[in-house]
């Protein structure tokens, strides 16, 4: 894998996180280019388009979700799935995208212009998906999103099979922990996000965690 090419610098100031609305948001607007992106999650802002108004949005919510690299809650059931599927990276990035953004599934928020945005940041070597594979060679289920320094920032993920996601993000923490990363961001947390470890810390302990991780080199396995 080639090493992530640094697009041009955004024309684009961020405000301060700590400027964020009731909502989490931080400001409208701006693009979806790829030096725009990677500066807002530098920022510790990451995009999510609204609706109405429609606009990119630009979010730092308070509580934010992380999942502790030591913290991950591995079911027995889970650990059994994780036997039926074998989990690779970067083998199938717009499958997964596609997958993530069905207009089927409830509270959908990947339109064209973010699905456009992340395969440019793929290309790039930014964004990576992680999947799990069945033995006969289909894709399972996966997620997908960006790696900066020792930051993993989960953006989506998605099933055909069941616990094929949760498989996903078991090789993600593990590849993430052997690689020297040291945040893995969920920007929310949810029912099923904290059955497997999530938690919610404070804004300002997130800018503090990311400071560091940013520190940190990329893991090999996305290098």
């Known amino acids: 894998m080639s090493p992530a090419v640094e697009p041009p610098a955004s ?22 280019e790829p030096g725009t992106i990677l500066a807002a999650y530098r920022r510790g802002l990451f995009p999510m388009p609204l609706r109405r108004p429609r606009a990119v949005a630009w979010w730092s919510p308070d509580p934010r979700g992380v999942l502790p690299l030591e913290g991950l809650r591995i079911s027995r059931s889970l650990r059994s799935a994780c036997r039926r599927f074998e989990v690779r990276v970067d083998t199938a990035f717009v499958d997964v995208l596609e997958g993530c ?38 894709l399972a289920g996966g997620l997908y999103g960006i790696a900066i320094g020792g930051l993993f920032a989960g953006e989506s993920m998605f099933h055909r099979e069941r616990d094929a996601s949760k498989v996903a ?47 940190h080199p990329l893991p090999a396995i996305f290098a």
Not at 11 to 20: I, V, Y
Not at 130 to 135: N, Q
Not at 194 to 211: E, F, K, N, Q, T
């Open 101 to 138: 953004r069905d207009p089927r599934r409830p509270h959908g928020w990947i339109d064209r212009d973010i699905t456009a945005a992340y395969q440019r940041l793929h290309r790039l070597g930014w964004a990576h998906s992680v999947e799990a594979w069945t033995p006969d060679g289909r």
């Open 169 to 215: 993000l078991v090789g993600l923490v593990q590849l993430l922990r052997e690689g020297g990363a040291t945040l893995l961001d969920v920007q929310w947390t949810t029912e099923h996000l904290v059955s497997l470890g999530a938690v919610d810390v404070r804004r300002s302990d997130y800018l503090r965690l990311l400071a560091e991780a940013l520190r």
């Open 11 to 32: 024309r684009w100031q961020f405000p301060s996180p700590d400027s964020a609305d009731e909502h989490g948001i931080v400001g409208l607007g701006a693009d979806l």
